[in-house]
T-cell receptor
Framework: GAGVSQTPSNKVTEKGKYVELRCDPI?????LYWYRQSLGQGPEFLIY????????DSGLPNDRFFAVRPEGSVSTLKIQRTERGDSAVYLC???????????FGPGTRLTVL | DAKTTQPTSMDCAEGRAANLPCNHS???????VYWYRQIHSQGPQYIIH???NNETNEMASLIITEDRKSSTLILPHATLRDTAVYYC?????????????FGEGTQLTVNP
């Protein structure tokens, strides 16, 4: 079956611009996670949704970062006033109910010039 | 979540067993040991997890010491496609909803 998909695969933007990154989880997966990964580092947790609500957003670095999941399926990570330090691979993962494994997408590589 | 310590890199010959160690000396009684791997330019992939008993699946075996302070992931017959960064993660076991806290992992290189 289809896995987690993320669009775009690559995004280049200029400092100060607004970007949106999209995640399509596996159908039926109620939990959705966002992570970001800098070069040479392991992924770093950003936010977790259970259904439509953000159950844990403690990993968001500041108020320029925001994520939504309005219908409990697709999620969008929004970054305002991008900075060069936001450059990273943004990973999305989903999990079905009552299951511990997280299934990751291929990521979106964000480059802020 | 408890902190884990892994070697930065390891090499293994193709066809041989790869044994990847992980120390987690501060693990709590309700925390599980998870292993994920990340092949270059892909998202992480779940491998296996366990609490205190040894576990085996189609990908690997997980050996956890009796005091649970360390574990070893075993790939019994490594192939070139097993070249990846392997992450050992300690995590409270919930049905879903707890974050994965990744360290820097071990870069395993399988050589022909």
């Amino acid at each position: 079956g289809a896995g987690v998909s993320q669009t775009p695969s690559n995004k280049v933007t200029e400092k100060g611009k607004y970007v949106e990154l999209r995640c399509d989880p596996i159908s039926g997966h109620t939990a959705l996670y966002w992570y970001r990964q800098s070069l040479g580092q392991g992924p770093e947790f950003l936010i977790y949704f259970q259904g439509t609500g953000a159950a844990d957003d403690s990993g968001l670095p500041n108020d320029r970062f925001f994520a939504v999941r309005p219908e409990g399926s697709v999620s969008t990570l929004k970054i305002q006033r991008t900075e060069r330090g936001d450059s990273a691979v943004y990973l999305c993962a989903s999990s079905p109910p009552a299951y511990n494994e997280q299934f990751f997408g291929p990521g979106t590589r964000l480059t802020v010039l | 979540d408890a902190k884990t310590t892994q070697p930065t890199s390891m090499d293994c010959a193709e066809g041989r067993a790869a044994n990847l160690p992980c120390n987690h000396s501060t693990i709590s009684g309700n925390e599980y040991v998870y292993w994920y791997r990340q092949i270059h330019s892909q998202g992480p992939q779940y491998i296996i997890h366990g609490l205190k008993n040894n576990e085996t699946n189609e990908m690997a075996s997980l050996i956890i010491t009796e005091d649970r302070k360390s574990s070893t992931l075993i790939l019994p017959h490594a192939t070139l496609r097993d070249t990846a960064v392997y992450y050992c993660i300690v995590r409270a076991h919930e049905t879903s909803g707890s974050r994965l806290t990744f360290g820097e992992g071990t870069q395993l290189t399988v050589n022909p």
